[in-house]
T-cell receptor, first 109, second 114 residues
Framework: GQNIDQPTEMTATEGAIVQINCTYQTSGFNGLFWYQQHAGEAPTFLSYNVLDGLEEKGRFSSFLSRSKGYSYLLLKELQMKDSASYLCAVSNRWGKLQFGAGTQVVVTP | EADIYQTPRYLVIGTGKKITLECSQT?????MYWYQQDPGMELHLIHY???????EKGDLSSESTVSRIRTEHFPLTLESARPSHTSQYLC?????????????FGQGTRLTVV
């Protein structure tokens, strides 16, 4: 099966940087995804890592280490609109996509 | 923009009724998923499909059933709704394998059973 762990909540001020860690265990790894979900809305895709290393997309970067079963999402230059839940999701080789419980990020002025 | 649609968006029904939640996508994706999510809580995978005539149960036990007769359509059915089924149901789809395997989500169906 798959086991995905991430912190429940993080708080940071506007303009700061926040790093959300995710550790996982899975039978056959086929990629790790990060999604953003605002309250009452559907998740939206942020990033995808299948090889080790850092993927950068504007203010958001995601890192993966397959040997350690570890990923992080880095949010830079935080804005109030970044207040949301950030979901780590893992796909196994059979395409089963499972999500972690999510990390609620609260951005304060 | 993702072309995946769920209907209805909101549904309030009485206990014991049979309901079907619709999910359709026009992207030709083989993989489709149903997730259940209570407010402020995590997404739980309840069903997934690799393609036509292929369905599997997820990790969260659910009394619902699904079918995949056509690639674009993945309906979820509750034969006899109960208050414990009150939740948000999210449908998603993705391509098989490759680099672009992000899942696209529908807007969800918020179900209330009274």
């Amino acid at each position: 099966g798959q086991n995905i762990d991430q912190p429940t909540e993080m708080t940071a001020t506007e303009g700061a940087i926040v790093q959300i860690n995710c550790t996982y265990q899975t039978s056959g790894f086929n990629g790790l995804f990060w999604y953003q979900q605002h309250a009452g809305e559907a998740p939206t895709f942020l990033s995808y890592n299948v090889l080790d290393g850092l993927e950068e997309k504007g203010r958001f970067s995601s890192f993966l280490s397959r040997s350690k079963g570890y990923s992080y999402l880095l949010l830079k230059e935080l804005q109030m609109k970044d207040s949301a839940s950030y979901l780590c999701a893992v796909s196994n080789r059979w395409g089963k996509l499972q999500f972690g419980a999510g990390t609620q990020v609260v951005v304060t002025p | 923009e993702a072309d995946i649609y769920q209907t209805p968006r909101y549904l309030v029904i009485g206990t014991g009724k049979k309901i079907t939640l619709e999910c359709s996508q026009t992207m030709g994706h083989d993989k489709m998923y149903w997730y259940q999510q209570d407010p402020g809580m995590e997404l739980h995978l309840i069903h997934y499909s690799y393609g036509v005539n292929s369905t599997e149960k997820g990790d969260l036990s659910s009394e619902s059933t699904v079918s995949r007769i056509r690639t674009e359509h993945f309906p979820l059915t509750l034969e006899s709704a109960r208050p414990s089924h009150t939740s948000q149901y999210l449908c998603a789809s993705s391509e098989p394998g490759g680099a672009n395997t992000e899942a696209f989500f529908g807007q969800g169906t918020r179900l209330t059973v009274v």
